[in-house]
């Protein structure tokens, strides 16, 4: 091999080392995406994507779980709590199920402002279904994002 | 006959409502873990979203924690966490059943701190070890709030480490529990 060619091979094999410790860096130290940026899997609305799950909870799973879902519901609820981190439930006032959206770190001043009652599209990762006999049962999703605040 | 339907459906409802006032609850209960080994990279999780409920008439204390809500603070630690060890999609979900065995000594009705011992079964990775505890119960002003730290082996619930990342996850997990419970309304 020729000293050019070999000088070639190295500074090749010297960037793909390079690049490829850099992708292991941004890969190892990569945090979690901000919603508000990222499209969401699935848009339903908060009766529906309740139903589903009530319903047949496996199948549910299957087809949400780790899914970005934005949902559209009428606010029930906004609970804080002692560290005044926020919780919007959404769905029916009068019902015992909700989509419980746990407000992303960021985004927790904008929980604080809204108004029971008021249409909202909250945008979150699904993590799963709570059935419990005498809580009801609740869709939850985490690190959430107010995507739109409606009319009552 | 109807003033004995009506008798009934009062008492019923009585009933009901009497046992509701024994149930504290929240659905915002935290629960925090750390397994670190090595200093250099810290291994910790948060889930701000479990079920509590405790019934403070028998001391019998219940968690429901989805797997899939625990939050790290890297991306790719979560996806390992989910995929590799506690394999979320075939167990999604975590609980405790137990109860406070010294339920009597504490005073509900009277704003302080008491020391809660819990023994119970804790369920999960399929697998359900029993877990003691000692916790605390404070009262203030009509809320009840639930702390508790303990520790748990990873092997007693078929988590295995594998060898490549021994010397930064610990075996034994240490386990925080901070639920501000409200009485129940039915």
């Keep these: 091999m020729q000293i050019g060619t070999k000088k070639k091979v190295f500074v090749a094999i010297s960037m793909m080392a390079l690049v490829a410790g850099l992708y292991g860096y941004m890969e190892y130290t990569r945090g979690s995406k901000d919603l508000l940026y990222t499209k969401a899997d699935y848009i339903t609305i908060a009766k529906d994507l309740i139903k589903e799950f009530e319903e047949n909870e496996k199948a549910a799973n299957e087809k949400f779980i780790n899914k970005i879902i934005a949902v559209n519901g009428s606010v029930k609820d906004v609970i804080k709590d002692g560290d005044k981190f926020y919780t919007v439930m959404l769905g029916d006032a009068a019902g015992t199920s909700s989509v419980r959206c746990s407000m992303d770190s960021n985004y927790q001043p904008e929980a604080a402002l809204l108004q029971l009652r008021r249409n909202v599209t909250i945008k979150g990762i699904c993590t799963g279904f709570n059935a419990d006999d005498l809580l009801g049962s609740d869709v939850i999703l985490n690190r959430c994002i107010i995507e739109k605040k409606g009319s009552e | ?186």
Excluded: W
């Design chain 2, 1 to 186: 006959m109807k003033k004995i339907s009506l008798t009934i459906i009062v008492f019923v409802t009585v009933c009901s409502v009497l046992e509701a006032q024994d149930k504290f609850y929240t659905k915002t209960g935290k629960i925090f873990f750390e397994c670190t080994k090595s200093p250099l990279e810290k291994i910790e999780a948060t889930n701000k979203s479990s079920t509590c409920v405790l019934d403070i008439k028998t001391g019998r204390l219940q968690f429901a924690v989805l797997m899939r809500g625990f939050e790290f603070q890297r991306a790719l630690m979560q996806e390992h966490f989910n995929e590799n060890y506690v394999e979320s999609s075939k167990f999604p979900k975590s609980d405790f059943k137990g109860e406070i065995s010294n339920n009597n000594e504490i005073n509900y009705t009277k704003d302080g701190e008491y020391i809660a011992k819990v023994k119970g079964k804790l369920q999960l990775h399929g697998q359900t070890q029993d877990v003691d505890a000692i916790g605390k119960i404070i009262i203030k002003q009509g809320r009840v709030i639930a702390n508790a730290r303990f520790a748990i082996l990873l092997s007693d619930y078929n988590i295995r480490i594998p060898s490549l990342v021994s010397d930064k996850l610990s075996n034994s997990v240490n386990i925080i529990i901070d639920c501000n419970l409200e009485p129940f309304k039915d």
